[in-house]
């Protein structure tokens, strides 16, 4: 299981999902925001939006406060926000990908430094880590759109690289170039994924001890609990005896 992703489980695990729904609704909207902002407001014809309204109806977001993002891209008063990436190191020597949306530069890049200083870790220049990383499509539907067969033909028929299936659900890989086209082939056959975007995908996964990954988990949470950081990804793997230990 990649590391973002156990991450994300025992987070879940300990109910934290749950106490930062607020929070989480403001990040996807401020990505609904400023992708129907970059682009069309028409989810349609914007690849980024319609990725953003997935992301955001994974997470029960309301379609009052989807329809209320949009809007307020064409109102003409919202802050001006720009895509940033911070790299950086955490315990272990675990890389750290960092990616933000942010109206204040400055501000981002002096909080994020300090998540890391103060959990074990370094930030970077920008490329000191990415290279460890594959930047890819990603598209998950729910387990029970089709069985893994049947998934893995209609996602090689539709031009994706790799597939895998798991009680969770479904993961499909493209090249980042080719997501739109790969999604809308599958939405066409199996109905709207459940999640759509471009990742950083680790080439490989560094085994992490159990101090190592409690420390980690905690630069994980504070960088997830910036309000400006929208996803971050890592490198780490957990063995089982240690994820154990975690989520007892």
């Known amino acids: 299981m990649a590391g973002h992703s156990q991450f994300k489980n025992i987070m879940h695990r300990k109910g934290a999902q749950d106490a930062k729904r607020s929070k989480i609704f403001a990040k996807l909207a401020r990505e609904i925001t400023v992708a129907a902002k970059l682009g069309m407001p028409d989810p349609a014809m914007n690849p ?3 990725g953003a309204i997935q992301a955001a109806r ?9 329809e209320r993002a949009i809007k ?11 895509n940033v990436r911070y790299e950086g190191f955490g315990p272990g020597g675990i890389g750290v990908i960092v990616e933000a949306l942010t ?3 400055n501000r981002s890049a002096s909080e994020i430094r300090a998540a890391f200083s103060k959990n074990g870790g370094n930030l970077g220049e920008t490329g000191s880590v990415s290279f460890m990383f594959d930047q890819v499509g990603r598209i ?10 049947t998934m893995f033909e209609a996602a090689i028929e539709a031009g994706a690289d790799d597939v895998s299936s798991d009680d969770d659900g479904h993961e499909i890989i493209t090249a980042a170039d080719s997501l739109n086209e790969v ?6 056959k199996l109905g709207e994924p459940r999640k759509s975007a471009l990742i950083w995908k680790p080439q490989n996964s560094i085994e992490v001890d159990s101090d190592a990954a ?8 504070a960088l997830d609990d910036n309000d400006d950081v929208q996803q971050t990804y890592a490198n780490f793997e957990i063995s089982d005896s240690v994820l154990e230990s975690l989520t007892s």
């Open 58 to 66: 994974a997470e029960n977001m309301p379609k009052d406060n989807i």
């Open 103 to 105: 109206d204040n530069r």
């Open 214 to 221: 409690s420390t980690l988990l905690k630069l994980l949470d």
């Open 183 to 188: 999604a809308t082939a599958l939405e066409a």
């Open 48 to 50: 980024r939006l319609r």
């Open 140 to 149: 998950e539907y729910p387990a029970d759109v089709a069985d893994a067969d």
């Open 72 to 82: 307020k891209s064409q109102a003409g008063d919202e802050d001006n926000f720009e």
